[in-house]
């Protein structure tokens, strides 16, 4: 898939811009703080209906504005369609597809599918456990739209149950508005466990489906790493009953999760929050280095691994969504975000060979001889607010 032309109002930094684009590479190039990014955010955006900088839509509409438009023509298959969304901090926004509104702006995600390569992918490594559960959760909806609805409902059961468990905690003990916070706490107990019994299945087998992708595709961007040395093993927060595999059974893990629960239910008073659930779950990262240099012992990588190990990994979990995604038979389209400014010559190299043959990969750079020579497409120069169509800059 690709997009063929992306309009803009009052998005980030844009007033407006119009921008026609052509399957293959495409490179925007400009100074620091031009717009460069802010163009392939907007494409980010309506995949995901959220943004890999920032965590809510306010910052996203120009500033003065109330309101940020993308529209952009996708191509699938030969096919057009023109999506638009209405971003409107405060109030609900609007999707349109073909300029017929839809009922839900969430069923406008996946319709577009992008894999983005940042240098805030470092995170996925180096930072918190939320950060790798919203890099597998934004992957499970980009395959599976639905589970957006199902990763939605599961943060509102969370929240409503954190504010009972506040009120029966702090309530004095044996007291009448104890009680009933107790008694309506076993109705959302049930909730929790079933919506995240799906979101849990659902983890599990992503984690299984990505693992091979992700020792494949560190291999290739690690110098010297074999297909065995990088591996990935969901964390849950409880132990998982015996002999669950990746096509874990609901009704199982639901029980499981009901009977945690309620083991924990002291623990969870005493504190106020929810702490058996997917929202405490990891995505382990380790790397072995043969038998030779550790004895064959697998080490987390946070904490551990080098600065070009964790670069190396995260470029890898990226290029492993993104093969995932082809095996599904579908091309996204690549974005990569200021990359290549971070990695050395050869990786860089290497990089570019990698996703030099996607249908459309959108490069941005401040710097045109940081682009490697591999993926010399069409390019655009940034500045000022205004996109240009240029000849090689370098
Ligand atoms: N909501 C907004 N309203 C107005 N301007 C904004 C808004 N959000 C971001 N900007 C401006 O957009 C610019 C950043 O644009 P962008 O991140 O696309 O830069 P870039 O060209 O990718 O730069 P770099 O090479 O440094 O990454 C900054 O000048 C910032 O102040």
């Keep these: 898939m690709y997009v063929s032309h992306l309009v803009l109002h009052d ?19 400009g100074r620091n703080g031009q717009g460069k990014t802010n163009l392939v955010e907007a494409i980010d955006y309506l995949s995901r209906l959220s943004s890999h900088r920032v965590a809510t839509d306010a ?3 120009r500033a003065g504005a109330d309101q940020a438009v993308v529209r952009a023509a996708v191509v699938k298959d030969g096919r057009t369609a023109v999506l638009e969304v209405e971003l409107n901090p405060g109030r609900a926004n609007r999707a349109r597809i073909n300029k017929s509104p839809l009922p839900r702006t969430r069923e406008l995600v996946g319709l577009v599918r992008t894999v983005v390569f940042s240098p805030e992918d470092l995170t996925l490594v180096k930072g918190d456990p939320s950060d790798r559960r919203r890099f597998l959760d934004d992957l499970l909806v980009l395959r599976t739209p639905r589970l957006a609805g199902v990763r939605a409902d599961y943060d509102r059961v969370l929240r409503q ?5 506040k009120t ?17 706490l076993g109705v959302w107990d049930a909730h929790l466990a079933r919506t995240g019994a799906e979101l849990l299945a659902e983890r599990l087998a992503l984690t299984e489906a990505l693992r091979p992708y992700v020792g494949k595709a560190y291999e290739t961007v690690a ?36 009977a945690e629960v309620e083991r924990r239910r002291n623990d969870e008073l005493d504190r106020g929050v929810s702490l058996v659930g997917p929202h405490r779950d990891d995505l382990l990262l380790t790397l072995g280095h043969g038998p030779d240099e550790s004895g064959g012992a697998r080490l987390p990588v946070k904490g551990y691994a080098s600065h070009g190990e964790s670069w190396s990994f995260a470029l890898a979990l990226r290029l492993a969504s993104y093969d995932l995604l082809r095996a599904d038979g579908d091309d996204p389209i690549l974005i990569l ?14 990089l570019a060979d990698l996703v030099a043959g996607a249908e459309q990969v959108l490069v941005t750079a401040a710097v045109g001889a940081d682009v490697p020579q591999a993926l010399a497409g069409t390019r655009y120069v940034v ?12």
Excluded: H, K, M, W
């Excluded at 998005?11 to 190039?29: C, K, M, N, Q, W």
């Excluded at 029966?168 to 309506?184: C, F, I, M, P």
């Excluded at 009953?241 to 059974?249: C, E, K, L």
């Excluded at 975000?337 to 290497?350: C, G, I, S």
């Design 383 to 394: 500045a000022n607010g205004e996109v240009r169509r240029a000849d090689d800059d370098r």
């Design 59 to 61: 910052p996203l509409v």
């Design 337 to 350: 975000d200021d990359v290549f400014a971070e990695l050395d010559t050869e990786r860089r190299a290497q």
């Design 168 to 184: 029966a905690g702090a309530a004095r003990r044996g007291s009448s508005s104890q009680e009933s916070a107790l008694a309506t």
């Design 223 to 258: 110098r010297g790493a074999s297909r065995d040395d990088a591996e990935i093993t969901y964390r849950p927060s409880f132990e998982l009953p015996a002999g669950d595999g990746p096509a874990a059974d609901r009704t199982v893990l639901t029980d499981a999760l009901l």
């Design 11 to 29: 998005f980030r930094s844009y007033a407006a811009a119009d921008v026609r684009l052509e399957p293959g590479v495409t490179a925007f190039i």
């Design 161 to 165: 149950r954190n504010s009972l468990l």
